[in-house]
């Protein structure tokens, strides 16, 4: 069975649990952004949780298959049309043979995720079917006339799922390696006033403006690994949160990570929205 | 040795140099204490890691004497960049003399960052800064040097190195066993052609 992509919004791509165990070589881990939405969408057409499903970005899919298979539609709440008619977001639907299932934009929220019964099955690349947008790792960014194949379905749709979609909340950060390099304590100055999200943020990075957090001295590092979540300081003091997509090694301090049970709300966030930081409690 | 902690699951171990950071990357790989073990310029990052309590006491038996040399690479190079005399200027030195010393140096690839596949190469005790204006395209197979890393771009992209020439070996192909000719430990040594 084939998936045929007629029109694509801002961007859609393909993406799975993503590639870790490929850092030391450069490799960005990748992956869906909100992973517990596209973990829902995969159980709800009873996919293993790491099939993969399509990321798009602010809506604007429309796609339809040759044979009729069930679709779910989670994150970011948008119309879902069936042959035009309105289905429900967040469960499995029937999309018949030659129907189109078309996306509107969001109302709120960036990404939704389209999982299908079987699972996007384009060809893996380093064990993972996720287009990495830094190194370029994995297939291509969907484009309309893309003919997507669909593997054979694995078990049967859910009529409910739980559990459903975390709530959102403020980013729980504990200490990272370079917070000495703060002048002050490194996750006070963090939680103590709130961040606008920039415009430029993407897949590599939650770029956040508001009070610069200060630093001792602004030398750059020897460059060394970075994990997901890391909150890096460049010299202007504007923190960012690396998402999945970030480059394994940089030379800017690492002064807190975000806990990555939070990480799927920086996918969601919109630029000029706000982002608050709170210390994680112990583990 | 030196461990930051890295959120919850992971720890930076600071070691002081190149070598020793290679050494204890590729003893903990074998050593499969994380997902991720990835070196830096002084560095290792333990990320996903197995044991987080037992960490320390894991640590104790690295030594860097204790891993052996990395595989060699012979890279084949045309010494035809547009930054020689340049490079040249900063060492003062000769061209003849870069093209000397750049192949007399047994190099080893110390972490990879930048793009899949580009490795950072130490092992130069002499230094150029990077292009104060970052070119925006340079080719794939390109070789240049930024402070006293060398390193070969794996693929076209925008760059801020200072290029000495360029090789056509294939340094990235995902289709490989091992994806990166220069992973990290992999001594290398520039050959003119």
Do not use: K
């Not at chain 1, 304590?185 to 403006?209: F, I, Q």
């Not at chain 1, 994990?227 to 960012?240: E, I, T």
């Amino acid at each position: 069975m084939t998936l045929e992509v007629h029109e694509v919004g801002a961007s859609v791509l393909v993406q799975d649990r993503g590639r870790p165990g490929w850092a030391h070589l450069g490799v960005p881990r990748s992956g869906a952004l909100d992973a517990p939405a596209a973990a829902l969408a995969n159980r709800l057409v009873g996919n293993p949780e790491d099939a993969a499903c399509l990321e798009v970005l602010m809506g604007g899919l429309v796609v339809s298959s040759d044979a009729g298979a069930w679709v779910a539609v989670t994150g970011a709440a948008c119309r879902v049309l069936v042959a035009e008619r309105a289905r429900e977001h967040g469960a499995a639907v029937r999309l018949p043979a030659g129907a189109t299932l078309r996306l509107g934009r969001p109302v709120a929220g960036l990404r939704s995720y389209v999982a299908v019964a079987g699972g996007v099955a384009v060809e893996p690349e380093l064990g993972s079917r996720s287009s990495d947008t830094l190194g370029r790792v994995g297939p291509a960014p969907v484009a309309v006339g893309d003919r997507l194949p669909v593997g054979p379905p694995a078990g049967t749709p859910a009529a409910v799922d739980t559990p459903r979609p975390p709530r959102a909340g403020p980013l729980r950060v504990s200490v990272g390696p370079r917070a000495d390099r703060v002048d002050g304590d490194a996750l006070d100055l963090l939680c103590r006033t709130g961040y606008t999200v920039s415009p430029d943020s993407d897949r590599v990075g939650l770029r956040l403006a508001g009070d610069a957090i200060p630093q001792r001295h602004y030398d750059e590092l020897p460059s060394e690994g970075l994990v997901l979540g890391a909150v890096q300081l460049p010299p202007d003091g504007q923190p960012v949160v690396f998402l999945a997509d970030h480059p394994t090694t940089g030379g800017y301090p690492v002064v807190a990570v975000v806990d990555e049970r939070d990480l799927w709300q920086c996918a969601q966030v919109r630029p000029g929205e706000r982002v608050a930081f709170t210390r994680a409690a112990r583990r | 040795m030196h461990l930051l902690p890295v959120g919850h699951d992971a720890v930076l171990v600071e070691v002081g140099s190149p070598a020793e950071a290679v050494s204890l990357a590729a003893w903990a790989r074998g050593r499969a204490l994380a997902t991720d073990v990835v070196s830096g310029a002084e560095t290792v990052l333990l990320d996903g890691l197995v044991d987080r309590a037992g960490l320390a006491e894991a640590l104790t038996e690295w030594s860097p004497t204790t891993v052996p040399p990395g595989r060699l690479v012979e890279l084949p190079i045309v010494y035809d960049g547009p930054d020689l005399e340049n490079v040249a200027r900063h060492w003062g030195c000769s061209v003849e003399d870069v093209v000397r010393r750049h192949q007399a140096t047994e190099l080893v690839s110390a972490f990879c960052g930048f793009a899949p596949g580009f490795a950072y190469l130490a092992g130069l005790d002499v230094e150029v800064p990077r292009l104060a204006t970052p070119r925006p395209r340079v080719a794939a197979g390109s070789v240049g040097l930024a402070g006293r890393w060398c390193g070969v771009y794996p693929t076209a992209s925008p760059g801020g190195w200072r290029i000495l020439g360029h090789t056509y070996v294939a340094l990235w192909d995902p289709a490989r066993e091992q994806p990166a000719l220069l992973a990290p430990g992999t001594r290398v040594r520039f050959v003119a052609r």
